[in-house]
């Protein structure tokens, strides 16, 4: 009896291991020439990650589920953001002055989302039967064509799309520069902003005891390419705890009913909805803001 499962696209985005295809996207996209000045410009992973790791897995549940009305006031905000996304003063002239809306740089963007869900799901949980790895690569087009990527250029299975990140890997440098000590303070390379993924500044303190696993698990997944660009040491003993790790996570996954597990991204998902009709004419940090302070007055009353 096979033991792949037939996920689909919107329960796997639902998945408590989901959050993992965050950082080490967020890696492959530094990693990228192309990607990497304007995530240096406006990354700010240190003070901010954990807002534009919760925003990605919102963004991608929303664009999974059938709610039109909601994706459509979604892709308004999120075109409002990259409006703002330029190329730094001493850029490429050949390259894109509106990066956030080049569709060579958002197809990778997508590219390295899909990549990583994946490899989350199949490392955590289960793995996946041929065909309906082939149905994921085509639904996730909508992910990428609502960021402006032209959908001509996705790849239409999963063998082409393994062809894809291949080709984007091969345009990454030998090692991502990082400043040193003779460097102006305020200069920030990519490899300074990689380094603030694992940033547990503006994590919720309830989530800090989790960082070092999510460190392991993220630097284990990526592969001895990746780890190489950012000169990650990864001895046997690295590997030993990542299997172990990996080993009791999916003794955890397999104890927990998929019903069970996926309750939370469900609820998440309506949040997010909810919150898009209600605050629809205000950017997400303004909703984050007035959240927060409604919090606050709950607690001092």
Do not use: C
């Amino acid at each position: 009896m096979s033991t792949k499962s037939r996920p689909t696209l919107q329960r796997m985005l639902d998945e408590p291991v989901s959050y993992l295809l965050w950082p080490r996207a967020a890696l492959m996209q530094l990693a990228h020439p192309a990607i990497a000045p304007t995530e240096v410009e406006s990354g700010a992973y240190g003070n901010r990650g954990a807002h534009r790791w919760r925003a990605t897995i919102e963004y991608l549940r929303l664009v999974a589920s059938d709610d039109d009305e909601s994706v459509r006031l979604l892709i308004r905000e999120v075109n409002r953001i990259h409006a703002s996304v330029r190329q730094p003063v001493d850029h490429d002239v050949d390259r894109p002055r509106r990066p956030a809306f080049d569709s060579a740089n958002q197809g990778w963007v997508a590219a390295t989302w899909l990549h990583s869900l994946i490899d989350a799901y199949r490392l955590m949980i289960s793995d996946i039967d041929d065909d309906v790895l082939d149905q994921l690569v085509v639904d996730f087009e909508r992910v990428g064509g609502l960021l402006q990527m032209t959908v001509d250029e996705w790849p239409q299975d999963y063998a082409a799309f393994l062809r894809y990140i291949e080709a984007g890997e091969r345009t990454f440098p030998a090692r991502l520069p990082r400043s040193d000590s003779r460097d102006a303070p305020e200069r920030l390379l990519p490899g300074d902003v990689a380094a603030q993924v694992f940033s547990t500044y503006s994590l919720p303190f309830r989530y800090v005891r989790m960082a070092p696993t999510v460190r392991l698990l993220t630097w284990g997944a990526a592969g001895p390419q990746v780890r190489e660009v950012y000169g990650v040491e990864w001895s046997q003993e690295h590997q030993q705890l990542f299997d172990k790790r990996v080993r009791r996570w999916r003794r955890r996954m397999a104890w927990w009913p998929g019903v069970w597990r996926r309750r939370n991204g469900r609820k998440q998902r309506r949040r997010s909805a909810e919150r898009l009709r209600e605050h629809q004419t205000l950017a997400y940090t303004e909703v984050k803001a007035i959240e927060r302070r409604r919090s606050r007055t709950k607690e001092d009353a």
